[in-house]
């Protein structure tokens, strides 16, 4: 597997990939991306912005796709709880993360994680963090593998709740 920044023309296949999440999170009777959200515009601007990604497999097909970004994120400056690192230091975090069904479980998310905890290390950032749907068990449960530590609850820009975790990565 390899991780690279998406392309416009990456833009159709991530919106596959997403609604296919979109799909399992409705069938689980979670209503985690049930309101429009993510939607194109915003996939487009992530690629804009060089904060989209894509992940191919051997035959460099698109395997799954995640939003990953160092510049902050606004809903995170006001939590119910405690960060671990203060918000206003730099820190990564992880949005939008979908796998195509075909490849559900199959430990491609904790490559993920795994590739951005080594970029972050790189970068000598010390912080990573996540918000989930309360519901979203699965994201959850990887994340707490993954030594997150739960933290707090945050709103979204359209005012919904989230679980927030944070994992300290060594430098």
């Not at 400056?77 to 490849?103: D, M, P, Q």
């Not at 951005?116 to 010390?126: A, E, M, R, V």
Request: net charge negative; hydrophobic share 40%; aromatic share 12%.
């Amino acid at each position: 597997m390899k991780i690279q920044l998406a392309t416009t023309a990456d833009i159709p296949r991530i919106l596959e990939i997403i609604d296919d999440a979109k799909a399992l999170l409705k069938s689980l009777g979670i209503d985690q991306w049930q309101n429009g959200y993510p939607n194109q515009t915003q996939i487009e601007n992530d690629v804009a912005n060089n904060e989209s990604f894509v992940i191919l497999n051997s035959d460099n097909q698109i395997i799954a796709t995640t939003m990953f970004s160092v510049k902050g994120e606004p809903t995170y400056k006001v939590i119910e709880g405690n960060w671990i690192i203060s918000e206003s230091e730099k820190y990564g975090v992880i949005h939008r993360l979908a796998t195509a069904k075909e490849f559900r479980k199959s430990g491609i998310a904790y490559y993920i994680f795994e590739y951005f905890h080594d970029f972050l290390k790189q970068q000598n950032i010390q912080s990573l963090k996540i918000d989930t749907h309360q519901e979203n068990l699965g994201m959850q449960s990887l994340v707490k593998k993954l030594g997150y530590q739960y933290c707090g609850i945050i709103y979204t820009n359209y005012g919904d709740k989230r679980l927030a975790f944070e994992k300290i990565i060594a430098l």
